[in-house]
């Protein structure tokens, strides 16, 4: 009896760190994506030639 208790803990415990695996690679997914979008605004500002001479002039 002990025995098939500690192994449905053990299963338990096992399935339910899957789960926190599995939504931190879907958070990691979507914090990546979040970045690319990121980067890219930054890469668009960036080429704008008024934000540019701005940044050149200091301000």
């Keep these: 009896m002990r025995k098939a208790c500690f192994i449905f803990v ?3 415990l096992a399935i ?3 789960y926190t695996i599995i939504n931190q ?3 990691i ?6 970045l ?3 980067q890219m605004k930054y ?12 940044m050149e002039a200091g301000g």
């Design 43 to 54: 890469k668009i500002i960036i080429n704008d030639p008024l934000v540019r001479d701005a």
């Design 25 to 27: 690679q879907k958070q």
């Design 10 to 12: 053990l299963s338990v």
């Design 36 to 38: 690319q979008h990121e």
């Design 29 to 34: 997914v979507k914090l990546e994506q979040q």
């Design 16 to 18: 339910s760190s899957s």
